[in-house]
C-alpha cells in the first residue's frame, strides 16, 4: 500500500461544476496535509494547506480533513478550464519528509 | 519577490557522466529539500537541509548521489556515473519556517541520460 493514494482519474468535469478530488493516506501520526496544483511541464504549485479536522476554504477551493478516516479532499467550485491540470496531494507526518500522491488529472471541459 | 530558482533547466547527459543541478531557494529560506518526479507520479523525497545542515538523506537511490549546502542558501545535488534510471525531473523547494510547512517549488530540471 502506498503512503500516499490517490484516484489517477483523469476526471472530467463541464465548466461550472464541482470537481471533488480524494486522497487516502496511512500514516495515523501525520500532521500537516497539502494540495498542490502541477500544469504539464510546470513545477508544483501550493494551493491549500490543512492542519485540523473539518473544512478550510479559500476562494473557489475548500479542503477538508478527516483524520479518524485518514482522508484529505479538495473541491473546486465553479470548475474553469483553466483549472485543468494534475492535483498532488501531499502529507507530512513527524519526520523531515513530504510523502506526495501520485496525482489526480483533472480536465474541465468548457 | 524571487522564487526558487534552478540550473539547468535541462541537462542530457550520456550514461556514465557525472552531472551536478542547481538550486537558488527563496532568501531567507531555511529549509530546502531535493525531490524526483518520474513521469506521471508525484515528487519523490531525496535530502533535506536545514540551513547548511544535511538532516535527512533517506531518499537518495544510491550512494551516486549527493547533495551539499554549503553557506545555507544554494544547494547542489551531484548525481555520478549517471545512469538511465537516473532520468527524471527534479525539483528543488525551499521552506521558510523550521517546522516545515508550506513548500515552494522551482521550474525543476529535467535530466535524459542517454
Known amino acids: 500500500q502506498k503512503e500516499v493514494e490517490q484516484n489517477s482519474g483523469p476526471l472530467s468535469v463541464p465548466e461550472g461544476a464541482i470537481a471533488s478530488l480524494n486522497c487516502t493516506y496511512s500514516?495515523?501520526?501525520?500532521?500537516?496535509f497539502f494540495w498542490y496544483r502541477q500544469y504539464s511541464g510546470k513545477s508544483p504549485e501550493l494551493i491549500m494547506s490543512?492542519?485540523?479536522?473539518g473544512d478550510k476554504e479559500d476562494g473557489r477551493f475548500t479542503a477538508q480533513l478527516n483524520k479518524a478516516s485518514q482522508y484529505v479532499s479538495l473541491l473546486i467550485r465553479d470548475s474553469q478550464p483553466s483549472d485543468s491540470a494534475t492535483y498532488l496531494c501531499?502529507?507530512?507526518?513527524?519526520?523531515?519528509?513530504?510523502?506526495f500522491g501520485a496525482g489526480t488529472r483533472l480536465t474541465v471541459k468548457p | 519577490g524571487a522564487g526558487v530558482s534552478q540550473s539547468p533547466r535541462y541537462k542530457v547527459a550520456k550514461r556514465g557522466q557525472d552531472v551536478a543541478l542547481r538550486c537558488d531557494p527563496i532568501?531567507?529560506?531555511?529549509?530546502l529539500f531535493w525531490y524526483q518526479q518520474a513521469l506521471g507520479q508525484g515528487p519523490e523525497f531525496l535530502t533535506y537541509?536545514?540551513?547548511?545542515?544535511?538532516?535527512?538523506k533517506s531518499g537518495l537511490p544510491s550512494d551516486r548521489f549527493f547533495a551539499e549546502r554549503p553557506e545555507g542558501s544554494v544547494s547542489t545535488l551531484k548525481i555520478q556515473r549517471t545512469q538511465q534510471e537516473d532520468s527524471a525531473v527534479y525539483l528543488c523547494?525551499?521552506?521558510?519556517?523550521?517546522?516545515?510547512?508550506?513548500?515552494?517549488f522551482g521550474p525543476g530540471t529535467r535530466l535524459t541520460v542517454t
Open positions: 523547494a525551499s521552506s521558510l519556517s523550521r517546522d516545515l510547512r508550506e513548500q515552494y
Open positions: 532568501s531567507g529560506h531555511v529549509s
Open positions: 501531499a502529507v507530512k507526518s513527524g519526520g523531515d519528509d513530504m510523502r
Open positions: 500514516d495515523r501520526g501525520s500532521q500537516s
Open positions: 537541509f536545514q540551513n547548511e545542515a544535511q538532516l535527512d
Open positions: 490543512i492542519y485540523s479536522n
